[in-house]
């Protein structure tokens, strides 16, 4: 499970991961990723 933390920076993703990790969790965070190199153009 991966757990999103809430964070002020905008260019940073901070999270918790416990036990496996699931596609659902990867769905979550894969368009936060994209958001920040769409932005800032690396991660």
Not at 32 to 42: A, D, E, Q, T, V
């Amino acid at each position: 499970m991966i757990q999103v933390l809430d964070i002020e920076k905008e260019n940073l993703i901070a999270a918790k991961v416990n036990g496996k990790i699931t596609k659902k969790d990867i769905e979550k965070i894969h368009p936060l990723i994209h958001n920040i190199i769409g932005k800032y153009h690396k991660v």
